[in-house]
T-cell receptor, first 110, second 113 residues
Framework: GENVEQHPSTLSVQEGDSAVIKCTYS??????FPWYKQELGKRPQLIID?????GEKKDQRIAVTLNKTAKHFSLHITETQPEDSAVYFC?????????FGTGTSLTVIP | NAGVTQTPKFRILKIGQSMTLQCAQD?????MYWYRQDPGMGLKLIYY???????DKGEVPNGYNVSRSTTEDFPLRLELAAPSQTSVYFC????????????FGEGSRLTVL
Protein backbone atom coordinates (compact mmCIF):
# COMPACT_ATOMS: atom_id res chain seq x y z
CA GLY A 1 0.00 0.00 0.00
CA GLU A 2 0.86 3.68 -0.05
CA ASN A 3 3.41 5.05 2.45
CA VAL A 4 3.38 8.77 3.25
CA GLU A 5 6.22 10.31 5.21
CA GLN A 6 6.01 13.83 6.65
CA HIS A 7 8.71 16.13 7.99
CA PRO A 8 9.35 17.84 10.30
CA SER A 9 7.27 16.50 13.18
CA THR A 10 7.48 19.84 15.00
CA LEU A 11 8.13 23.32 13.68
CA SER A 12 8.38 26.66 15.47
CA VAL A 13 8.49 29.94 13.58
CA GLN A 14 8.30 33.60 14.47
CA GLU A 15 5.12 35.40 13.53
CA GLY A 16 5.47 36.76 10.01
CA ASP A 17 7.99 34.15 8.91
CA SER A 18 7.29 31.35 6.46
CA ALA A 19 6.73 27.70 7.30
CA VAL A 20 7.36 24.73 5.01
CA ILE A 21 6.20 21.16 5.58
CA LYS A 22 7.31 18.35 3.29
CA CYS A 23 5.80 14.97 2.43
CA THR A 24 6.88 12.07 0.29
CA TYR A 25 4.75 9.22 -1.05
CA SER A 26 5.57 5.84 -2.50
CA UNK A 27 2.75 4.89 -4.87
CA UNK A 28 3.08 6.51 -8.28
CA UNK A 29 -0.65 5.86 -8.82
CA UNK A 30 -1.56 8.44 -6.16
CA UNK A 31 -3.22 11.38 -7.87
CA UNK A 32 -4.73 13.55 -5.14
CA PHE A 33 -2.83 15.25 -2.32
CA PRO A 34 -4.79 17.15 0.33
CA TRP A 35 -3.54 19.00 3.40
CA TYR A 36 -5.55 19.08 6.61
CA LYS A 37 -5.26 21.39 9.60
CA GLN A 38 -6.24 20.14 13.03
CA GLU A 39 -6.52 22.55 15.92
CA LEU A 40 -6.22 21.18 19.45
CA GLY A 41 -9.22 19.03 20.31
CA LYS A 42 -10.89 19.67 16.95
CA ARG A 43 -11.54 17.67 13.82
CA PRO A 44 -9.18 17.80 10.81
CA GLN A 45 -10.27 20.29 8.16
CA LEU A 46 -9.13 20.59 4.57
CA ILE A 47 -7.08 23.72 3.87
CA ILE A 48 -5.76 23.06 0.37
CA ASP A 49 -5.38 20.21 -2.09
CA UNK A 50 -3.63 19.50 -5.36
CA UNK A 51 -4.16 16.95 -8.10
CA UNK A 52 -1.45 15.18 -10.05
CA UNK A 53 -2.00 17.19 -13.23
CA UNK A 54 -1.04 20.42 -11.44
CA GLY A 55 2.40 21.43 -10.16
CA GLU A 56 1.44 24.27 -7.83
CA LYS A 57 -1.67 25.74 -6.24
CA LYS A 58 -2.03 28.84 -4.13
CA ASP A 59 -4.77 30.16 -1.87
CA GLN A 60 -3.91 33.46 -0.19
CA ARG A 61 -1.07 32.73 2.27
CA ILE A 62 -1.08 28.99 1.62
CA ALA A 63 0.49 27.18 -1.32
CA VAL A 64 1.16 23.57 -2.21
CA THR A 65 3.72 22.27 -4.68
CA LEU A 66 3.89 18.79 -6.21
CA ASN A 67 6.84 17.03 -7.82
CA LYS A 68 5.50 13.81 -9.34
CA THR A 69 8.88 12.65 -10.55
CA ALA A 70 10.39 12.82 -7.08
CA LYS A 71 7.11 11.81 -5.41
CA HIS A 72 7.05 14.67 -2.97
CA PHE A 73 4.78 17.58 -2.19
CA SER A 74 5.08 20.51 0.17
CA LEU A 75 2.91 22.98 2.06
CA HIS A 76 4.08 26.58 2.25
CA ILE A 77 2.55 29.09 4.65
CA THR A 78 3.71 32.69 4.30
CA GLU A 79 3.34 35.56 6.75
CA THR A 80 2.46 33.15 9.55
CA GLN A 81 0.04 34.25 12.26
CA PRO A 82 -0.62 32.83 15.74
CA GLU A 83 -3.89 31.30 14.49
CA ASP A 84 -1.85 29.14 12.10
CA SER A 85 -0.63 27.18 15.14
CA ALA A 86 -2.03 23.65 14.74
CA VAL A 87 -1.13 20.17 13.56
CA TYR A 88 -0.96 19.79 9.80
CA PHE A 89 -1.41 16.47 8.00
CA CYS A 90 -0.59 15.64 4.42
CA UNK A 91 -2.29 12.77 2.63
CA UNK A 92 -2.14 10.88 -0.64
CA UNK A 93 -4.99 9.15 -2.42
CA UNK A 94 -5.37 6.90 -5.44
CA UNK A 95 -9.17 7.11 -5.32
CA UNK A 96 -11.12 5.50 -2.49
CA UNK A 97 -8.47 5.41 0.21
CA UNK A 98 -6.46 8.15 1.86
CA UNK A 99 -3.08 7.61 3.48
CA PHE A 100 -1.99 10.23 5.97
CA GLY A 101 1.39 11.44 7.12
CA THR A 102 2.16 11.49 10.85
CA GLY A 103 1.56 15.21 11.22
CA THR A 104 3.55 18.39 11.86
CA SER A 105 2.89 20.44 14.97
CA LEU A 106 3.36 24.07 13.95
CA THR A 107 3.81 26.74 16.61
CA VAL A 108 3.81 30.39 15.58
CA ILE A 109 5.52 32.52 18.20
CA PRO A 110 4.05 36.04 18.55
CA ASN B 1 -26.78 20.41 7.28
CA ALA B 2 -25.24 18.87 10.37
CA GLY B 3 -22.47 17.24 8.29
CA VAL B 4 -20.91 14.21 10.00
CA THR B 5 -22.17 13.42 13.48
CA GLN B 6 -20.42 11.02 15.85
CA THR B 7 -21.54 9.67 19.19
CA PRO B 8 -20.46 9.32 21.91
CA LYS B 9 -17.78 12.02 22.27
CA PHE B 10 -16.16 10.29 25.23
CA ARG B 11 -16.32 6.76 26.58
CA ILE B 12 -14.42 4.66 29.09
CA LEU B 13 -14.55 0.90 28.66
CA LYS B 14 -13.24 -1.96 30.71
CA ILE B 15 -11.09 -4.62 29.07
CA GLY B 16 -13.30 -7.17 27.36
CA GLN B 17 -16.36 -4.94 27.01
CA SER B 18 -17.91 -4.16 23.65
CA MET B 19 -19.40 -1.00 22.25
CA THR B 20 -20.51 0.70 19.07
CA LEU B 21 -19.40 4.12 17.87
CA GLN B 22 -22.14 5.73 15.84
CA CYS B 23 -21.58 7.84 12.73
CA ALA B 24 -24.16 9.53 10.56
CA GLN B 25 -23.90 11.97 7.66
CA ASP B 26 -26.61 14.01 5.99
CA UNK B 27 -24.77 14.98 2.81
CA UNK B 28 -25.81 11.91 0.79
CA UNK B 29 -22.16 10.88 0.51
CA UNK B 30 -21.41 7.40 -0.78
CA UNK B 31 -17.96 7.09 0.78
CA MET B 32 -17.53 6.77 4.53
CA TYR B 33 -14.45 6.05 6.61
CA TRP B 34 -13.34 5.24 10.13
CA TYR B 35 -9.91 6.41 11.26
CA ARG B 36 -8.12 6.16 14.56
CA GLN B 37 -5.67 8.81 15.69
CA ASP B 38 -2.88 8.01 18.11
CA PRO B 39 -0.34 10.63 19.30
CA GLY B 40 2.45 11.08 16.75
CA MET B 41 0.97 8.45 14.45
CA GLY B 42 -1.35 10.39 12.22
CA LEU B 43 -4.64 8.94 11.04
CA LYS B 44 -4.86 5.23 10.35
CA LEU B 45 -7.73 3.82 8.28
CA ILE B 46 -9.72 1.11 10.06
CA TYR B 47 -12.56 0.40 7.62
CA TYR B 48 -14.23 2.19 4.77
CA UNK B 49 -17.36 1.90 2.65
CA UNK B 50 -18.06 2.96 -0.92
CA UNK B 51 -21.82 2.66 -0.56
CA UNK B 52 -24.64 0.96 1.29
CA UNK B 53 -23.98 -2.76 1.69
CA UNK B 54 -20.28 -2.50 0.79
CA UNK B 55 -17.45 -2.35 3.31
CA ASP B 56 -13.73 -3.05 3.14
CA LYS B 57 -10.77 -3.27 5.47
CA GLY B 58 -8.25 -0.50 5.84
CA GLU B 59 -4.78 -0.52 7.38
CA VAL B 60 -5.72 -1.52 10.96
CA PRO B 61 -9.01 -3.51 10.96
CA ASN B 62 -8.23 -6.09 13.67
CA GLY B 63 -10.58 -5.89 16.65
CA TYR B 64 -13.22 -3.88 14.79
CA ASN B 65 -16.28 -4.50 12.65
CA VAL B 66 -18.49 -2.25 10.57
CA SER B 67 -21.77 -2.36 8.72
CA ARG B 68 -23.39 -0.04 6.18
CA SER B 69 -27.09 -0.76 5.88
CA THR B 70 -27.98 2.80 4.79
CA THR B 71 -26.19 5.62 2.98
CA GLU B 72 -26.39 7.79 6.10
CA ASP B 73 -25.05 5.50 8.84
CA PHE B 74 -21.70 3.75 9.31
CA PRO B 75 -21.33 2.34 12.85
CA LEU B 76 -18.03 0.95 14.14
CA ARG B 77 -18.19 -2.00 16.52
CA LEU B 78 -15.45 -2.79 19.01
CA GLU B 79 -15.57 -6.36 20.28
CA LEU B 80 -13.62 -7.40 23.39
CA ALA B 81 -12.01 -4.02 24.00
CA ALA B 82 -8.26 -3.97 24.66
CA PRO B 83 -6.00 -1.18 25.99
CA SER B 84 -4.44 -0.95 22.50
CA GLN B 85 -7.79 0.39 21.28
CA THR B 86 -7.47 3.49 23.44
CA SER B 87 -7.50 6.23 20.84
CA VAL B 88 -9.46 9.03 19.25
CA TYR B 89 -11.75 7.77 16.51
CA PHE B 90 -12.84 9.90 13.58
CA CYS B 91 -15.57 9.14 11.11
CA UNK B 92 -15.39 10.87 7.72
CA UNK B 93 -17.37 11.00 4.52
CA UNK B 94 -16.69 11.97 0.93
CA UNK B 95 -18.90 12.60 -2.07
CA UNK B 96 -18.61 10.93 -5.47
CA UNK B 97 -16.65 12.14 -8.51
CA UNK B 98 -13.16 11.05 -7.59
CA UNK B 99 -11.05 11.74 -4.52
CA UNK B 100 -11.96 14.99 -2.85
CA UNK B 101 -12.52 16.61 0.51
CA UNK B 102 -13.03 14.35 3.51
CA UNK B 103 -15.58 15.74 5.95
CA PHE B 104 -14.73 14.62 9.47
CA GLY B 105 -16.89 14.22 12.52
CA GLU B 106 -15.85 15.76 15.83
CA GLY B 107 -14.22 12.56 17.04
CA SER B 108 -14.85 10.04 19.80
CA ARG B 109 -12.27 9.66 22.55
CA LEU B 110 -12.20 6.08 23.80
CA THR B 111 -10.24 4.88 26.82
CA VAL B 112 -9.94 1.17 27.62
CA LEU B 113 -8.87 0.39 31.18
Amino acid sequence: GENVEQHPSTLSVQEGDSAVIKCTYSDSASNYFPWYKQELGKRPQLIIDIRSNVGEKKDQRIAVTLNKTAKHFSLHITETQPEDSAVYFCAASTGNQFYFGTGTSLTVIP
Amino acid sequence: NAGVTQTPKFRILKIGQSMTLQCAQDMNHNYMYWYRQDPGMGLKLIYYSVGAGITDKGEVPNGYNVSRSTTEDFPLRLELAAPSQTSVYFCASMGTGGPGELFFGEGSRLTVL
